[in-house]
């Protein structure tokens, strides 16, 4: 399977940079979720690890070997990477089993080989039996696996989505995401998917690349990215979470006091912080309501959202500025606008200055 480099990489639209110096190292066998919002340029680097487009500067290699930069450019064709866009590009005039044959026809396989691995190839994206159907008689979600079977014939080293799932509905979208985590298990090719959507960014990918404006924020394991983001746009991007300015003091490496308005807690940091202002990461799931009179944050219930099963309640905390002190926590029962709370603080975050 393919080891994927990506050597600050810049590419240019119209003079206006749509990546910008970008480096990854993508592991052989790796799946690795490109995440960031429209505009970011995602697409744009998967197209130029296909082979689609050509780097302005920068140099991508696989396996050690050039495949694009100042010593020429490799043709997509040649580059083994299988396809997975959302539109799901299949040929309307052949079957499902015609779609998933194509490149071993191409390639001149024999008809007993094509037949076996197009059956196997069926098996994997759980369509065994579909093969006699036509493509127009699939489902969204069952085109997508027909698509990902061609790419599994045709033994691509590296398959890259593009979104694959933006069309479906919820449900399908979760059989989906069941389907691709066990093709990478089963056959353990290198992966790339590009997404706009951080759940299955962290459900699916074993490192995830957070990007913005053509450049990486953090590319971390999902949990990294969730429990230490590198940066506040991080913190603020992925997942649900409140960043409040406080005061940090140094407990030893990795632990830190932290002043919040008037609350007192401990959290993780990385390595020893400086002592003085900071900005500080609380997730809702380690947030809990408590007596006033603990040694919690306090504040005023500001907002309520039904969100089943809890209410999430915003709280505007005592003793910071408003506009960067105002926490989220999950209420077990809706709590009246203007009432005072005290929240007790399991676990917190101190963002990296950057
Ligand atoms: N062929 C092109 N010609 C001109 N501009 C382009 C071209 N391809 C991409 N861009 C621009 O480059 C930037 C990055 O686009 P890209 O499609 O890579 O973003 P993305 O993160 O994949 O977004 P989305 O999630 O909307 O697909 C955008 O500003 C886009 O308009």
């Given at each position: 399977?393919?080891?994927?480099?990506?050597?600050?990489?810049?590419?240019?639209?119209?003079?206006?940079?749509?990546?910008?110096?970008?480096?990854?190292?993508?592991?052989?066998?790796?799946?690795?979720?490109?995440?960031?919002?429209?505009?970011?340029?995602?697409?744009?680097?998967?197209?130029?690890?296909?082979?689609?487009?050509?780097?302005?500067?920068?140099?991508?290699?696989?396996?050690?070997?050039?495949?694009?930069?100042?010593?020429?450019?490799?043709?997509?064709?040649?580059?083994?990477?299988?396809?997975?866009?959302?539109?799901?590009?299949?040929?309307?005039?052949?079957?499902?089993?015609?779609?998933?044959?194509?490149?071993?026809?191409?390639?001149?396989?024999?008809?007993?080989?094509?037949?076996?691995?197009?059956?196997?190839?069926?098996?994997?994206?759980?369509?065994?039996?579909?093969?006699?159907?036509?493509?127009?008689?699939?489902?969204?979600?069952?085109?997508?696996?027909?698509?990902?079977?061609?790419?599994?014939?045709?033994?691509?080293?590296?398959?890259?989505?593009?979104?694959?799932?933006?069309?479906?509905?919820?449900?399908?979208?979760?059989?989906?995401?069941?389907?691709?985590?066990?093709?990478?298990?089963?056959?353990?090719?290198?992966?790339?998917?590009?997404?706009?959507?951080?759940?299955?960014?962290?459900?699916?990918?074993?490192?995830?690349?957070?990007?913005?404006?053509?450049?990486?924020?953090?590319?971390?394991?999902?949990?990294?990215?969730?429990?230490?983001?590198?940066?506040?746009?991080?913190?603020?991007?992925?997942?649900?979470?409140?960043?409040?300015?406080?005061?940090?003091?140094?407990?030893?490496?990795?632990?830190?006091?932290?002043r919040c308005g008037e609350g007192e807690?401990?959290?993780?940091?990385?390595?020893?912080?400086?002592?003085?202002?900071?900005?500080?990461?609380?997730?809702?799931?380690?947030?809990?309501?408590?007596?006033?009179?603990?040694?919690?944050i306090t504040?005023?219930?500001?907002?309520?959202?039904?969100?089943?099963?809890?209410?999430?309640?915003?709280?505007?905390v005592s003793g910071?500025?408003?506009?960067?002190?105002?926490?989220?926590?999950?209420?077990?029962?809706?709590?009246?606008?203007?009432?005072?709370?005290?929240?007790?603080?399991?676990?917190?975050?101190?963002?990296?200055?950057?």
């Open positions: 399977m393919t080891h994927i480099q990506i050597d600050t990489v810049t590419k240019a639209f119209d003079g206006a940079k749509a990546l910008d110096a970008v480096s990854l190292d993508f592991a052989s066998g790796s799946f690795t979720a490109l995440l960031g919002p429209s505009g970011c340029g995602k697409t744009t680097l998967l197209r130029l690890v296909a082979g689609f487009e050509r780097p302005d500067a920068g140099e991508i290699r696989f396996d050690g070997r050039a495949m694009s930069g100042a010593g020429g450019m490799v043709p997509p064709e040649e580059r083994n990477v299988g396809v997975v866009f959302q539109s799901y590009a299949l040929w309307p005039h052949l079957s499902v089993a015609g779609n998933i044959a194509y490149p071993l026809k191409m390639r001149g396989v024999s008809s007993g080989e094509i037949d076996r691995r197009v059956a196997e190839a069926l098996g994997i994206v759980e369509l065994g039996g579909f093969g006699a159907r036509d493509t127009s008689e699939l489902s969204g979600g069952q085109r997508q696996r027909v698509a990902l079977a061609r790419c599994l014939v045709a033994d691509a080293d590296l398959i890259v989505f593009d979104e694959p799932l933006a069309n479906l509905d919820v449900h399908l979208r979760a059989a989906m995401l069941e389907t691709f985590r066990q093709v990478h298990r089963t056959t353990g090719r290198t992966i790339i998917y590009v997404t706009h959507d951080q759940a299955e960014a962290l459900a699916l990918a074993d490192r995830v690349a957070v990007m913005e404006k053509g450049r990486v924020l953090q590319f971390s394991p999902p949990e990294a990215l969730y429990r230490a983001p590198a940066t506040q746009k991080v913190a603020r991007f992925i997942g649900r979470g409140s960043l409040l300015a406080a005061f940090v003091s140094p407990l030893g490496p990795g632990s830190a006091g932290v807690f401990s959290a993780r940091c990385e390595g020893t912080v400086a002592e003085g202002p900071a900005h500080v990461l609380l997730r809702p799931e380690n947030l809990r309501l408590v007596e006033a009179g603990s040694h919690g504040g005023t219930v500001r907002r309520v959202t039904y969100h089943g099963p809890a209410y999430e309640t915003e709280v505007e910071v500025e408003a506009s960067r002190g105002r926490l989220i926590v999950d209420a077990p029962q809706a709590l009246v606008i203007g009432a005072p709370v005290a929240i007790a603080v399991s676990d917190a975050w101190v963002v990296p200055s950057a």
